[in-house]
Structures are given as structure tokens and as C-alpha cells.
């Protein structure tokens, strides 16, 4: 059974500008692969996703090609850095137009987003790690992904101290030991997905 992944990083930098968040999802990309799961990248700041819920928003909006990245993956995973104790502005945007999936439904009456999974990451020099996941895992959740146990990974450096993620001459054991954990369970779990997914509940 082949696995599809789709890393969506939401730093404000755009490419090729060094990136904390950037780096923790090329990592978790990396364990996914061991696992023989296809993955794709996409830093979402260097698309034009334009403000909105909708699907298509016109004329010049990225998002419709990356929603159909989406909707082809088994897997997603949600990178963002911390600021002012929040997740980007990018990952907001980012879960804004997935909003539109909600009106969303399979040939079964499922939302279509059902037996996809989710991951969420998050890198910052402040507190905020915990609340950014339960954002992003709660608005993942009610659009229909299923997240895995302990699903969630973050590096939280110092307060006020210059030291950023990428800066690290190695991956904290902690932190590696947490994508492990993370990346183990949402393959397990979207290959019991794959195989029965979830009922229509008519």
C-alpha cells in the first residue's frame, strides 16, 4: 500500500530564505519516507492564496492547485512558526480556505476530507507551542482529519534569546523522539484509513 504526504510550511519567509519551520518539515518529510510514504513540499508563503473561504477566489489565487494537493494526499502535515503566542498568519490563511471543504461531500455523503490525517508542527522562541497545535488540530479535526495519538511536535527555544530552530547543531532528542512518535502513528493510522475508511453515517 502506497502512502501520499503533503508538507504544507507556513513561515513568513519566502523561498530560498533559511527557515526553522521550513527545516522541521523537510524532517518530518524525511521519517515519512522511511516509512515509504510519497511526499510533497510546499512552502504556501511563495503562492498567491488569496484571502477568503471559498474554494476559488479568481483571478490570480494559488489555492486551487494546492487544494487538489490536498485532496490527493493520505496525509497532511501543518508546519508553522510561533508569533506573539500564534500561529502565523500564513497558517491561518492556510486553514481559512480549507473552511470551504466543509460543504464538501464523497460519492457516500462523507465530508471529503474523511480518512485523511493530520499532523501539526511548530518551532518559535516563545510560549504558544501547545496552544498553536489545539488551533490547528481542532480546525484539522472539524473539517474531517483524524489525528493521531500525540500527533503533535514543537521546539520552543528560549524567551527573547536570538537562537532559532535551524540555528540547532543537531535535533533535540526530545523533539526527534516526538517525530518518531508523530510519524509512526499517522502512517499507521492512514493505512487503517486506506484500507476501511470511515462509515457515511446515513
Known sequence: MTLTALAISCTLKPSPEASSSELMSWQLEKQLAEYGVDCEHVRA??????????KDMGDGDAWLALREKVLAADIVVLVTPTWLGQPSSVAQRVLERLDAEL???????????????????????????????????????????TVPAQG????????????????????????????KTAVGGAVHLARMLKQQGYPSGA
Do not use: C
Open 45 to 54: 508563503v511563495d503562492h498567491q492564496i488569496l484571502p477568503g473561504v471559498d
Open 103 to 145: 460543504a464538501e461531500t464523497d460519492a457516500e455523503g462523507r465530508p471529503i476530507l474523511f480518512d485523511k490525517v493530520a499532523l501539526a508542527a511548530v518551532v518559535g522562541n516563545e510560549d504558544g507551542a501547545h496552544h498553536i497545535i489545539a488551533v490547528l488540530f481542532q480546525a484539522l479535526n472539524d473539517i474531517g482529519f
Open 152 to 179: 503533535g511536535v514543537y521546539w520552543n527555544g528560549e524567551a527573547m534569546h536570538k537562537t532559532d530552530y535551524k540555528d540547532l547543531p543537531q535535533t533535540p532528542e526530545k523533539v526527534a523522539s516526538s517525530m
